[in-house]
């Protein structure tokens, strides 16, 4: 095993993982979806309590509960192995440094006292985002294994190159979201069918299809299907003479589409048997949400932008990578027509300097051919989601990577004829050099607009991480534990940075204000769930229409904490209008507000252009304008 292999376990692939994973949690959570329909039921089914979307109800029944399970099953573990350790030992506490990279004093205080008995939540929350982050890296390493082995090294260095560094991967890695799920099994699934295990390519593509929850993500897997039948069709072609091939290539054909029908119904059958345990009947959730998009076009409720908003995406993301990788396909097929119509012409056929020959340009196809349906598919929908470009990050990736090449080797075959000097073939090291160098300035950009991400956006989950420690350590929280009174922690127009319950202590709940946003927000759990039965006893009603629901709100006098974002001229100096909270705060004459806890969240109205999008050492802490992510508390007399 050679130091730049990507095989499980070699140094590269040791590196690759530590220094994601020291990322992971570095990550602010940027889709309130995440939150509320991934972390909040799984946070449900570890501890009985959560938010609930209208998706959850019964009556709808849109998301599975089987894609969380694996990971509740993890949590679970998990959990039993940090309850071996108590909470003042020293592993917990290095746990929390490493994963957190922060120590708290009140975190300090909290993992030192053995009095206090309650599950570290946020901790947990950390080990299952770095959980989905080293998922994520094993299946890149499959794929850039497979790349490695199959078609080039050379491509397969630039390809980890751009996926390592990307912006885009750096919040997909650790997202719980389907998207994101169905591009790391995308990618085992790519890796089995380089190697020419089709039938285990085919049954990854089932279980993102079938498990997930996401079923339009089908469409990422045609080309593989097709593909295992093509080759069905062709492993008997050396016996064309024989008058039984025929029925033989037909049979082989057969076997792969009885294989996946096997495979398909085994895999709905797990899907259905969880789902109807937690809704209480026979229900298919992927079969719902598909009627729901497809025929009442409901997504569109939820927002519709024009399609700039993805091209925005894609340059935040993947600057100039993600025009390389889209325009990957026509510079290969370009070529390729063109060395078919001037076989002569060594510019075009390139013998001499692409390694790859027929078969791996073949597989180039292959792989890049789902993200040009899944293009064709998703950029006319109305409704567009950041989220949805993640299934086509790795083939962004490898596109660019092969575009480069051809680009780079048709540039210096030009040179060599116009120097007039007999043209030779660059060595690989020369190749992979020079490609490295010119995809530098994509990973400086890329590294620059990832810490811009966490710099400028990662105040919700330090704030709400404090809220945790804090609450448990204060005065009230004692007798909190030892009975069932209701703590809530209000929020307005900023409920959608709530980054869930995991960073809610016991008998504490979110609690929205009444705010500017008008459409229907999630409520608490029953102990049913999504069965049934929940109806019967559950507070407010749920609607598939984003109509509003007002029995979701709480008054701002059952409020014990309020969380606002509030410009640092504290909003009352006439420049700029009081925010909600504090509106509802100065209204509230029974209590005395004051502030606990406040972290620097980005002023994008107030910030240029350069450093909202990019962090810019000893720049952008001067340049940037920041406004106050606050904590207010509240003493009431009674």
């Not at 309130?32 to 998706?55: A, K, S």
């Not at 091209?311 to 390729?336: D, E, M, Q």
């Not at 596109?399 to 210096?412: C, F, K, P, R």
Request: charged letters at 15%; aromatic letters at 14%; proline letters at 5%.
């Amino acid at each position: 095993m050679t130091v730049f292999s990507y095989k499980f376990g070699s140094t590269l692939s040791i590196l690759y993982i530590a220094i994601r994973l020291s990322t992971a949690n570095l990550s602010p959570i940027t889709d309130c979806d995440e939150v509320f329909n991934y972390w909040e039921p799984l946070h449900f089914i570890l501890y009985g309590t959560g938010m609930q979307t209208w998706e959850y109800a019964p009556q709808y029944a849109l998301r599975a509960y089987a894609y969380l399970l694996p990971i509740a099953g993890l949590a679970k573990c998990l959990q039993l192995l940090l309850d071996f350790f108590p909470t003042s030992s020293l592993i917990r506490q290095q746990l929390f440094n490493l994963l957190l990279l922060q120590s708290s004093s009140l975190s300090t205080q909290l993992l030192s006292n053995n009095d206090i008995i309650v599950d570290d939540k946020p901790l947990l929350f950390a080990i299952l985002r770095s959980s989905l982050t080293i998922l994520s890296c094993y299946s890149e390493l499959s794929f850039l294994s497979s790349i490695h082995d199959t078609i080039s090294p050379t491509l397969a260095h630039w390809t980890a190159f751009c996926s390592f560094t990307a912006a885009g991967n750096f919040h997909a890695s650790p997202a719980l979201l389907p998207s994101s799920t169905v591009m790391i099994l995308w990618r085992v699934s790519a890796a089995n069918q380089l190697r020419g295990c089709d039938g285990y390519a085919i049954l990854w593509g089932l279980v993102a299809v079938l498990a997930v929850g996401w079923p339009f993500c089908a469409v990422l897997f045609v080309s593989t299907g097709l593909w295992a039948l093509w080759k069905a069709a062709r492993s008997l072609e050396q016996k064309k003479n024989d008058s039984s091939s025929t029925a033989i290539r037909c049979q082989s054909m057969v076997h792969v589409l009885t294989r996946t029908a096997v495979h398909a119904i085994i895999v709905q059958a797990f899907v259905m048997m969880i789902d109807y345990y937690y809704y209480g009947k026979i229900v298919s959730p992927i079969w719902n949400i598909f009627v729901y998009n497809a025929t009442a076009g409901g997504d569109e409720l939820y927002g519709i932008e024009p399609l700039s908003y993805y091209v925005k995406n894609l340059l935040l993301n993947f600057n100039f990578v993600g025009p390389l990788g889209i325009l990957s396909l026509p510079i290969l097929v370009g070529r390729k027509l063109l060395a078919s119509s001037f076989p002569r012409i060594e510019l075009f056929r390139g013998d001499d300097y692409y390694s790859s020959g027929t078969t791996s340009d073949s597989l180039k196809l292959l792989m890049l051919i789902p993200m040009y349906i899944w293009m064709a598919i998703v950029f006319p929908r109305p409704h567009k989601e950041e989220r949805f470009l993640f299934p086509i990050y790795p083939m962004l990736c490898f596109g660019a990577s092969i575009a480069l090449e051809e680009i780079m080797i048709l540039s210096m075959h030009v040179l060599s004829l116009v120097r007039s000097k007999k043209s030779t073939t660059p060595s690989p090291n020369k190749l992979k050099f020079l490609g490295l160098l010119l995809l530098s300035p994509f990973a400086v950009i890329s590294i620059s607009r990832s810490f811009a991400l966490h710099h400028n956006y990662s105040a919700p989950l330090d704030l709400y991480q404090y809220f945790y420690y804090h609450h448990i350590l204060s005065k009230d929280m004692a007798p909190a534990l030892q009975s069932n009174e209701v703590t809530y922690i209000c929020t307005a127009g900023e409920w959608y940075r709530f980054p869930s319950s995991f960073f809610l202590p016991p008998n504490t709940q979110l609690g929205f204000l009444k705010s500017s946003f008008s459409g229907q927000l999630p409520q608490p759990f029953t102990e049913y769930g999504s069965k049934q039965k929940s109806l019967e006893i559950q507070q407010g009603a749920f609607n598939d229409v984003n109509k509003e629901e007002m029995d979701r709100y709480v008054d701002i006098q059952q409020c014990s904490y309020v969380v606002e974002l509030v410009s640092t001229s504290d909003a009352g100096d006439g420049e700029e209008e009081t925010p909600e909270c504090l509106q509802y705060m100065n209204s509230d004459r029974s209590g005395d507000w004051t502030r606990v806890a406040t972290f620097k969240y980005l002023d994008a109205m107030k910030t240029n252009a350069l450093h909202r999008i990019l962090y810019i050492p000893f720049q952008t802490k001067s340049k940037a304008k920041y406004k106050g992510y606050n904590l207010y508390s509240v003493s009431r007399s009674r």
